[in-house]
């Protein structure tokens, strides 16, 4: 079902709004998170320049994909579970929450294999996830892992480490967690393919993100508005 003018024009108003706030915060890039939001929603935000959204299931996502071809590319910005890697390495533009070596090992198996398929032209960026609390029902590696992990990406053959992803768990202080995790990834930065990606800040804290070295910033609401009730 395609979005009516009005509906059109409530997005445009919204991402223009966002993309405001984020240059008076400092500048990064945006990415606009489309889970639960219908595809015809993420066509029209390539047509306002969109070039990239992001999403948090791996089947809603491998089903957007397939309908958009590429336009925009998506993001996994969600948790993946290992038996899951093939898949979103075949249409994954970047996988941002990288936080086990069971996963990375997962995901440039299934990049290798969608390169020899002719399903990826190049290897997988992927951001390494790290954690400020160490609770696994979030994701997330803990500082003193980060390096180690950082190694082992660095090698794998068909995967291009980019850089950190982090959230601050609820009730922390975020200004604080974005600062640590804005260290951690200058610590790694000489194992990060191109300039290090820092993707950091969402709705409510993209500008204490920004402010504390964020390079793209994670909105969904925000851009999109209220998830449709399903």
């Known amino acids: 079902m395609e979005l009516t003018q009005q509906q059109q024009g409530d997005l445009a108003r919204r991402l223009r709004d966002v993309r405001q706030r984020v240059a008076v915060a400092g500048g990064a890039d945006l990415l606009p998170i489309t889970k639960f939001h219908p595809v015809e929603a993420v066509r029209v935000l390539a047509q306002f320049g969109v070039g990239a959204v992001g999403e948090n299931r791996e089947q809603e996502a491998k089903a957007k994909y397939e309908v958009l071809a590429g336009r925009p590319e998506i993001h996994m910005v969600g948790q993946i579970q290992t038996k899951k890697a093939n898949s979103v390495a075949r249409w994954a533009a970047a996988v941002h929450t990288v936080d086990s070596s069971k996963l990375l090992q997962a995901l440039d198996r299934g990049a290798g294999l969608a390169m020899e398929r002719g399903d990826r032209l190049e290897k997988l960026p992927v951001l390494l996830q790290f954690s400020a609390d160490g ?28 850089g950190l992803m982090t959230v601050p768990p609820l009730g922390s202080d975020a200004a604080s967690v974005f600062a640590q995790g804005r260290k951690l990834l200058d610590s790694i930065a000489d194992r990060v393919v191109g300039v290090p990606v820092y993707s950091a800040g969402m709705s409510q804290d993209m500008e204490i993100a920004i402010a504390e070295g964020s390079t793209l910033v994670r909105v969904g609401t925000d851009i999109m508005g209220p998830r449709p009730v399903i």
């Open 135 to 162: 609770d696994p029902q979030r994701g997330g590696v803990v500082a003193s892992d980060i390096d180690a992990l950082a190694d082992e990406a660095q090698h794998c053959a068909n995967l291009e480490l980019r």
